[in-house]
């Protein structure tokens, strides 16, 4: 069936750096999604991307879907504390396909 | 608060048994989705119902099965439990059949012993 490949599972920075998580798949996206889960939470909806070369922003984040809309990336400028969590895509055709998540970790 | 509603917060049972868990998705809403994630790991999609009708099936296992009512709450019936299943359980609820943003409930934290 469909999957949804994310990279990377785990990225550790100092706080400050930045992040960014991928995710790619080998057919046609209709949108994508992005959720965020912090520890101990449920995923909450960041974002929804539709267009082909479409680029959305919130405040720190940026969201990117590929030009043949079979990619997608997340990029975190100037990671805080407040980032921590794990950032999950969710690709949608006929039903949500997710990625395995990546996982912000702050070092100390 | 997301408006999803999931209860019990935590279940601890034993190994052979069965439990329900149940989901009142957000006013509005018609999809209702259960999904299981095992520790520190990602979302595994189980099943999807949309309107009292099942709309998508994930991996679940034979030993679990759902349903939507009438009143679009659902239930999540897990059967002879065993250590593995051991996860946490999360209902999200759209508007929609296939691409509307979900909801996500607090989840249901089941432990098998």
């Known amino acids: 069936g469909q999957q949804v490949m994310q990279i990377p599972q785990y990225q550790h920075v100092q706080e400050g750096e930045d992040f960014t998580t991928y995710c790619n798949s080998s057919t046609t996206l209709s949108n994508i999604q992005w959720y965020k889960q912090r520890p101990g939470g449920h995923p909450v909806f960041l974002i929804q991307?539709?267009?082909s070369g479409e680029v959305k922003k919130q405040k720190r984040l940026t969201f990117q879907f590929g030009e043949a809309k079979k990619n997608s990336s997340l990029h975190i400028t100037a990671t805080q504390t407040t980032d921590v969590g794990t950032y999950f895509c969710a690709a949608s055709n006929y039903q949500l396909i997710w990625g395995a998540g990546t996982k912000l970790i702050i070092k100390p | 608060d997301s408006g999803v509603t999931q209860t019990p917060k935590h279940l601890i049972t034993a190994t052979g048994q069965r439990v329900t868990l149940r989901c009142s998705p957000r006013?509005?809403?018609?999809?209702v989705y259960w999904y299981q994630q095992s520790l520190d790991q990602g979302l595994q999609f189980l099943i999807q119902y949309y309107n009292g009708e099942e709309r998508a099936k994930g991996n679940i296992l034979e030993r679990f099965s759902a349903q939507q009512f009438p009143d679009l709450h659902s239930e999540l019936n897990l059967s002879s439990l065993e250590l593995g299943d051991s996860a946490l359980y999360f209902c999200a609820s759209s508007v929609g059949g296939d691409r509307g943003k979900a909801f996500f409930g607090q989840g249901t934290r089941l432990t098998v012993v």
């Open positions: 006013s509005g809403d018609l999809s």
């Open positions: 991307l539709v267009k």
